[in-house]
């Protein structure tokens, strides 16, 4: 038996076949590109490596190429019985995540890390703030992140992955001080990945240093391949800074060449929230955008997010449609209130009705409703800022400019100190 990088044992005797999928492994770990590429020259020297089918069906789940995804499941479905106890959980805990059995997928990591705790592919589903914990709907997601990835300390150590996701966990419940010396630690370790680039744009973020972030950025993202999975969400990272400093011909730049559907590579859910949650920034801050904008994104939210049922995809959605002008689109969210986090985007969906129509305190009371839970609807604190800004533009509309000021006082002091709010 052989040993995969972190010390499992694996179903293959070939060690071509191990060497292509740690790297398939390693790439998938930071969004780097040739996640896909790896996985399948894994496969060409094992085609009985049923962990490669996985990984290959992990990376094409991301992608939304579902009928890939059941081809390279049920594969490694067929191959389970003669695996050991610990690929046999692996693939159990993953099929789940792939069927889109969220609640019992979360069971099943918990379940199999308990015994091992070394399975980073496994272990991986339930950290970020798109994971199994962040996206479950559930109150105080935030500390459970936070204790799940601490836990694992004593079986990864200084493991560049472990430091990095450690490191969002600790930002977003302010610790900030911490995730900086851990995700300086994973950039050392390994440079070229985007999941420990983009936590640091999140640190740069939440400590205001947003010159310093935009340029670290800006200079780490011209290196990085748009075939990344995560170049989509890094260029809305970029166009979101050139936003705040007012240079709007670059905003637009990247919008377009790199984040809006067109053009993007990304993975559907970043495609649809970025576009929607920048141009919406956008607005916000008092530029103006097309309805045609709104019209694409809206369409593309339809498309690609037919069934409500996912709350931060759902939250987006009803921006766009609310801006768009499709009413019967919005009402579909606001009735159907589905999903672990549907009671929230039925109040907020209902919000960026209120809005649309001009009826600015119904609007902000319909936000406040929400603002002491929105974590529930996953995603980080920067993307939330959407909320919380929302409500003050709500407020500002309505004459109350104060109590505006007095809310992200508490909420985002960085929306007053970067007038990131129209008419504050």
Same mark, same amino acid.
Not at 88 to 111: F, W
Not at 387 to 408: K, N, P
């Given at each position: 038996?052989?040993?995969?990088? $972190? /010390? ?128 479950? /709907? ?10 799940? +990835? ?9 493991? %560049? ?5 450690? *490191? ?16 300086? *630690? ?18 740069? $973020? ?13 200079? %780490?993202?011209?290196? $990085? ?24 011909? @670059? ?42 904008? %709104?019209?694409?994104?809206?369409? $593309? ?17 009803? +921006? ?18 589905? /999903? ?8 907020? *969906?209902?919000?960026? @009705? ?37 409500? *003050? ?29 129209? /008419?504050?």
């Amino acid at each position: 038996m052989l040993d995969d990088a $972190y /010390g499992n044992s694996v179903g293959t005797s070939s060690p071509d076949a191990l060497t292509a999928y740690d790297l398939g492994v390693q790439r998938f770990l930071g969004a780097e590109p040739g996640v896909t590429e790896a996985f399948e020259v894994a496969i060409d020297f094992d085609e009985g490596f049923a962990l490669a089918h996985i990984g290959l069906a992990r990376e094409m789940q991301m992608r939304a190429r579902p009928e890939q995804v059941k081809a390279s499941l049920a594969r490694a479905r067929t191959l389970a019985p003669g695996l050991s106890a610990r690929e046999r959980s692996h693939i159990n805990a993953a099929g789940l995540l792939l069927e889109g059995k969220s609640a019992a997928a979360r069971s099943a990591v918990y379940e199999h890390v308990q015994e091992w705790p070394a399975d980073v592919m496994i272990a991986q589903m339930c950290t970020s703030v798109f994971g199994l914990i962040g996206f479950s /709907g559930l109150p105080g997601r935030e500390a459970e992140q936070l204790a799940f +990835i601490s836990r694992l300390a004593p079986h990864y150590g200084d493991n %560049w992955w472990y430091r990095a996701q450690l *490191a969002f966990a600790q930002l977003e419940v302010g610790q900030l001080a911490d995730a900086e010396t851990n995700v300086e *630690a994973a950039l050392v370790a390994n440079p070229n990945s985007a999941h420990s680039a983009h936590i640091r744009a999140h640190l740069y $973020y939440e400590e205001q240093e947003d010159e310093e972030g935009f340029r670290y950025l800006s200079d %780490w993202w011209k290196r $990085y391949d748009p075939a990344g999975a995560l170049y989509n969400h890094v260029s809305w990272h970029v166009g979101l800074w050139s936003l705040e400093t007012g240079d709007l011909d @670059r905003m637009w730049e990247v919008l377009d060449g790199a984040i809006a559907p067109e053009h993007s590579q990304g993975p559907p859910l970043n495609v649809m929230t970025d576009t929607a949650a920048l141009l919406f920034r956008a607005e916000l801050a008092g530029v103006t955008v097309p309805i045609e904008r %709104w019209k694409k994104i809206s369409a $593309y939210a339809l498309a690609r997010f037919p069934k409500p049922g996912l709350g931060f995809a759902d939250l987006h959605a009803a +921006i766009a449609h609310a801006r768009s002008g499709n009413r019967d689109a919005l009402d579909v969210i606001i009735d159907s209130g589905a /999903g672990p986090a549907g009671d929230l985007t039925r109040v907020l *969906a209902t919000a960026y @009705r209120e809005m649309e129509d001009g009826n600015w305190a119904k609007a902000a009371t319909k936000f406040c409703e929400v603002m002491h839970d929105h974590a529930r609807l996953g995603g980080s604190n920067a993307q939330r800022d959407l909320i919380d800004f929302s409500l *003050a533009a709500c407020l500002v509309r309505d004459g109350r400019r104060q109590e505006a000021r007095t809310v992200l006082s508490i909420t985002r002091p960085r929306a007053l100190a970067k007038e990131l709010v129209a /008419g504050l």
